[in-house]
C-alpha cells in the first residue's frame, strides 16, 4: 500500500507462514510459486515491524531456516514494467485478425507452440493470482469431435474439430462460497489472452460455450476424469485454418453503445 503501514497483514500472517510451511513439503507445489512465497516472506519480516501476532509468526518463519532466495519475486514499481512497441493500430489489427474458425486442415499443432501460449495465456490478471484454471487439450481428432458434441448446438461443426481445449475452473482455489464464481472469470480473461497468442502463432481457435446442464456436466466429467470440485468453463478448438472455410461478419456494437460516461449523466 502507498504509504505503507509500519504494520499490516497481522491477522493472518501466522496463517500464511503455516501454509508455506506445507509447502516446503508439498509435491504438487511449483517451484516458481515457492520461491516467490519465499522472496514476499522474507521481504515482509525485514520491513514490518512487530506486533505480538507479528512477533509470533516471525518466530515460526524463522524456525524454519529457510535460505533467502534472490530476492527478484516481490513488489516493484511500475516504471520497472517492459516498454511496449506496440501501437493501438497494430493492436487493432490483431483483434482483427482474431476470428472464430470452424473449418481446420488436418495439421496438428506442435506440442511446444501449444506450451508458450500456455505460458502466455498464465499472464493474464488472476484474483489474488491464484490462477485457479487448468487447459485439458485433446489432439485426438475422434476425442476431440467426441467432446465438441457434449457441448451441443456444435452440429456441423464438431466433427471437423481435429483439437479441442477445455479449460477446467478448480473450486479449491477459493474456499469462500462468494468467490465461487472467479473461476469463470479468471478462467475466461486467460482463455482471451490465449487465444490472441494462438494468433501470433498463425494458429486460429474458436471458443465454444459450455452449457450449464447437469447431465452435460456429467458426461465431460467422465470423459476427462474430473474430480466434484472441477468445473468446465468453455472449450476451445483449435488449429491451422482452412484458408477456404467461411467466417461468419460479426457487426459489434458501438462504444457509443457499450459506454456509459456516468459523469454526464449528472
Known amino acids: ?29 511449483e517451484s516458481r510459486e515457492l520461491k516467490w512465497a519465499n522472496d514476499v516472506l522474507h521481504n515482509y519480516f ?7 501476532k507479528i ?8 524456525q524454519l531456516k529457510v535460505e533467502r532466495a534472490d530476492g527478484t519475486s516481490v513488489p516493484y514499481p511500475h516504471q ?18 482474431r476470428r472464430s474458425v470452424r473449418w481446420f486442415i488436418d495439421r496438428k499443432v ?12 498464465s499472464l493474464a490478471p488472476s484474483a489474488c493470482n491464484r490462477q485457479p484454471y487448468e487447459f485439458y487439450v485433446v489432439q485426438d481428432s475422434q476425442r476431440a469431435a467426441k467432446i465438441a458434441g457434449m457441448a451441443g448446438g456444435t452440429v456441423g461443426f464438431s466433427e471437423q474439430i481435429g483439437q479441442i481445449i477445455v479449460v477446467v475452473g478448480d473450486l479449491q482455489a477459493y474456499p469462500m462460497e462468494r468467490d465461487r464464481h472467479c473461476i469463470y472469470i479468471d478462467g475466461s480473461l486467460a482463455t482471451m489472452q490465449l487465444m490472441l497468442a494462438f494468433e501470433t502463432m498463425g494458429v486460429s481457435t474458436c471458443p465454444i460455450n459450455w452449457p450449464d446442464i447437469e447431465f452435460r456436466e ?40 457499450l459506454g456509459r460516461f456516468l459523469d454526464d449523466e449528472r
Not at 5 to 16: K, Q, V
Not at 226 to 241: D, E, K, T, V, W
Open 110 to 121: 506442435n506440442r511446444e507452440a501449444v506450451e508458450q501460449a500456455f505460458e502466455l495465456a
Open 55 to 62: 512477533a509470533k509468526a516471525r518466530k515460526a518463519w524463522e
Open 218 to 257: 456429467r458426461l465431460l466429467e467422465r470423459e476427462l476424469k474430473l474430480s466434484p470440485h472441477q468445473r468446465p468453463i468453455m472449450l476451445l478448438a483449435f488449429g491451422y485454418a482452412d484458408a477456404d472455410g467461411g467466417i461468419p461478419y460479426s457487426a459489434k456494437k458501438s462504444s457509443s453503445i
Open 80 to 97: 520497472q514494467l517492459p516498454k511496449s512497441t506496440i501501437t493501438t493500430d497494430e493492436l487493432h489489427t490483431l483483434f482483427r485478425r
Open 1 to 29: 500500500m502507498k504509504p505503507r503501514r509500519p504494520s499490516f497483514a497481522a491477522d493472518y500472517i501466522g496463517e500464511t507462514v503455516d501454509c508455506f510451511r506445507h509447502a516446503l513439503t508439498s509435491k504438487s507445489i
Open 46 to 52: 525485514d520491513i514490518v515491524k512487530d506486533t505480538p
